[in-house]
């Protein structure tokens, strides 16, 4: 199994749908972002970076 990209806990990331930033937790060994705003978890492979979240917007932009 490999992730799509290294979890680094200094960094913010955003939620797909929303795109606000996710909320880091820990425990039991295993890392997960909630989004407060979903109220729900969103996965490594699914969150964005501030990068991404950024080309996001973007592109929903041009689509108008
Ligand atoms: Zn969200």
Do not use: A, W
Not at 27 to 40: L, Q
Request: charged letters at 30%.
């Amino acid at each position: 199994m490999t992730d799509r990209k290294n979890t680094d806990v200094t960094q913010t990331y955003y939620c797909p749908e929303c795109s606000n930033s996710l909320e880091y937790l820990h425990g039991c060994g295993s890392v997960s972002y909630f989004c407060n705003t979903c109220k729900k978890l969103v996965s490594r492979n699914n969150m964005l970076t501030f990068e991404e979240m950024k080309n996001k917007k973007l592109k929903i932009k041009d689509n108008k």
